[in-house]
Structure formats: structure tokens, C-alpha cells
């Protein structure tokens, strides 16, 4: 696949799981203000994918975005470990949230740079919303981690410790990073990590928790190669398309 | 011990079991304290309330805020402030307003300036068909 597809397909099937496993605390959340946030931030995620479908449709000749959503294989699919795991407790979604979105945001911020104009003019138009789900996950974490009780700095902590692995797993390497960088399409995983590190521990530090020192990525998922839990998530999210594929909505 | 079986997915999954055991009571006023937002939705407009949220800290207030009112429709700026700094007065007090309505000298509506301004208009503006 070439490289820019490859990258528009990572970001946006990250976007898309990100936004059904944040969705499922829809109605089950710690307090019903904090239940709408969060739902709201995972409709905006969903919108964020299905914006990068409609560029792979329209640009680059891929089927229209409800097929590439709902009707793939999970091997087709490339979102990062990270965003399939179960939403356990809140503290892990919670961090979750936080470490994707911190990532997130400055990824959209270097695509606004980005030599293919759809792209860079999606970059600029949700930078906000991007902007304050990063907000609302810093402002949580330092609450919980910083001024909250003992339990809640130890969740917090361990949200981390459990986080990291897959979270770094978030910069794998795509099909090609020279190409995308050579194309002036996106400056690649590397310097987005770089980034991402430097401001996640900003945060940390702000909140008293210890990033792990010597955590290897977990890796695979740019690949096709999956957690178990991503199969049952994607049979979840189309039941309702596969009962009747044609409908018109 | 069998478990809770419910059309919500997500609920099957966290494999509660089933019990007739009832539920403990809440304990009263176990809730968050308040915050009373307001939102701005025009450059030199009036921060008008819009209604209030549950939120440990002002700033939780403000980031949950943003969700709940200023999700809809435009909006330039929020302002929350926690409504135990809110002053107001007493309901017993509503007898201090009681005689405002009368005074109809305070409305603006009360003066009856429009026929003024309409016969100075006559008399000193150009009329329709009259302009060279």
C-alpha cells in the first residue's frame, strides 16, 4: 500500500476503535457531567475517522467510508494495540484517553504542515476539539493523581504502568516513514514521539507519577496482527450494519 | 451462581451475579458540590447562566461545562463560579421588588418618544419621491 493510504488508514482505524471503546461507557459513567464529556469526546473521535474515510474515498479511490468501516476484515484493519484493549476501570480508560489524545493532538498539529491539503485543512479545522480533549484528560489525571486520596494516585499509577507498553506501541512504523517524510506528508513517528514524550512527562510530573523506565512497544497492530479483543469489538460495532447491508440511513 | 443477562452487551459482559439481595441506600448528599456556569456567545455580549454542574474543583468545572452547555450553538467564553460564592437574596425578601412593576416612569417603553422622533423625521429628513 502506498505510504500516504497506509497513514491516513492508521490514524483513522485508531480513531474509529478509540471512539467505540470510549463510547461504551455511554451511560455508565463515575458522574453524568463526566459520562456526556466523555461520550462527546468519543463522537468527536468518530467524526475524526470517518473525515480521513472520506479523504481515502474521494482522493486516493478507496470504497466509501461505511464499507471501510463496517465491512473489513481485522486484518485489514491497522489501529495500534493500544485503542483495542477492554475499557476495565475508569482510571485505565481514563489514562488511556489522556496518553491517545496527547498523541493525537500533536499528531493533527504536525499534519497542519502536511503537503496534502485535505489533510492539512482537517488538521486546522479540529485542532480545538482536539485541544480540549487533551484538556480534559491533563485536568483529570493531575486531579486524580496529584490531589486526590491514596487509592486514586495508586490507580493512577498503575493505569500508567499498564498503559505504557501499548501507548508507545501508538509510533510503530508505517509502510514507509521516508517516503512520508521525503513527500513532506507527515515528519513520522519518530518526531511525533519525541514530542509526545516530552509532554507526557510534562503532565507527569505535574501529577507525581513515574513513567516506566525500560518498557519495550508493544507492536503488530500497523500490520494487521491483533489483540483477541479487536475481533468481538468489530463484531459488536457492525451488528446492526450486517443485518441489513443496504439500507439506506 | 448465575449471572446478570441484559439486551446492553456491556452489561452481560461484567458478569454480575444475579441476587435478590436489594441495593444499599445512598447516603444523602453524597454528591459533588456545584458550580453555576455562565456562557458568553457574542464578542461584548453578556456572560448569561445557563444552568450549573457537579464537579470536584473549578477547574473540572469548567472542562465538564464545556461539554454540557457549550456543546450546542455558538459559544466565545464560559465563566463558573461555585454557587456557595453566589449572594442572593432572601426568598422571604421578594416584597423588597413588589412595587417595581408600577413604576412604569423606569421602563423605557413608558416614554412615548416614537412620535417625536417620527414628526422630527417629517420635518427635517427628505421624504421618499422628494430626493433630487
Not at chain 1, 482522493?59 to 475499557?87: M, Q, S, Y
Not at chain 1, 507526557?200 to 489483540?227: C, F, N, Q
Not at chain 2, 412595587?99 to 423606569?106: A, D, F, L, N, S
Request: charged letters at 25%; hydrophobic letters at 40%; a negative charge.
Amino acid at each position: 500500500m502506498n505510504a500516504t493510504k497506509d497513514l491516513l488508514y492508521r490514524i483513522a482505524d485508531d480513531c474509529l476503535i478509540i471512539a467505540h471503546r470510549n463510547s461504551e461507557w455511554t451511560g455508565l459513567g463515575p458522574l453524568l457531567e463526566e459520562d456526556i464529556a466523555f461520550s462527546s469526546i468519543a463522537q468527536d473521535k468518530l467524526g475524526h475517522a470517518l473525515s480521513l474515510y472520506r479523504i481515502l474515498h474521494e482522493e486516493f479511490g478507496e470504497r466509501d467510508p461505511d464499507t471501510i468501516a463496517f465491512t473489513r476484515n481485522e486484518k485489514d484493519f491497522t489501529c495500534c494495540h493500544f485503542v483495542e484493549l477492554p475499557n476495565g476501570e475508569y482510571d485505565f480508560s481514563l489514562m488511556r484517553h489522556f496518553l491517545f489524545d496527547a498523541a493525537e493532538f500533536l499528531r493533527w498539529t504536525m499534519l497542519k504542515n502536511s503537503s496534502i491539503a485535505s489533510v492539512a485543512a482537517l488538521a486546522a479545522k479540529i485542532q480545538g476539539e482536539t485541544k480540549y480533549h487533551v484538556y480534559h484528560g491533563r485536568t483529570w489525571v493531575i486531579r486524580l493523581a496529584s490531589a486526590g486520596n491514596e487509592e486514586s494516585k495508586a490507580r493512577m499509577q498503575s493505569a500508567l504502568e499498564t498503559c505504557w507498553p501499548f501507548a508507545l506501541g501508538m509510533f510503530e512504523h508505517g509502510v514507509d516513514e521516508q517516503a512520508l517524510i521525503r513527500e513532506g506528508v507527515f515528519a513520522g513517528e519518530d518526531e511525533l514521539k519525541t514530542q509526545w514524550e516530552e509532554f507526557v512527562r510534562s503532565t507527569m510530573v505535574e501529577a507525581g507519577l513515574i513513567i516506566p523506565e525500560h518498557d519495550a512497544a508493544v507492536l503488530g497492530g500497523r500490520k494487521g496482527y491483533h489483540t483477541e479483543h479487536l475481533q468481538p469489538l468489530l463484531d459488536e460495532m457492525t451488528v446492526v450494519f450486517r443485518t441489513d447491508p443496504g439500507a439506506e440511513w | 451462581m448465575a449471572t446478570i443477562v441484559s439486551l446492553d452487551p456491556r452489561v452481560t459482559r461484567l458478569n454480575i451475579e444475579s441476587t435478590d439481595a436489594s441495593m444499599d441506600p445512598k447516603p444523602e448528599l453524597d454528591q459533588f458540590q456545584t458550580f453555576e456556569v455562565f456562557v458568553q456567545q457574542k464578542t461584548g455580549a453578556h456572560h448569561v447562566h445557563v444552568g450549573c454542574v457537579h464537579a470536584p474543583t473549578s477547574d473540572l468545572a469548567l472542562v465538564l461545562a464545556k461539554e454540557q452547555y457549550g456543546r450546542r450553538g455558538t459559544t466565545l467564553n464560559m465563566w463558573v463560579v461555585n454557587t456557595r460564592d453566589v449572594v442572593t437574596t432572601s426568598a422571604d425578601d421578594a416584597d423588597i421588588f413588589a412595587t417595581t412593576p408600577e413604576k412604569k416612569y423606569r421602563d423605557v417603553a413608558a416614554y412615548m418618544v416614537r412620535n417625536k422622533v417620527e414628526e422630527f423625521k417629517k420635518k427635517n429628513l427628505p421624504q421618499d419621491g422628494e430626493k433630487s
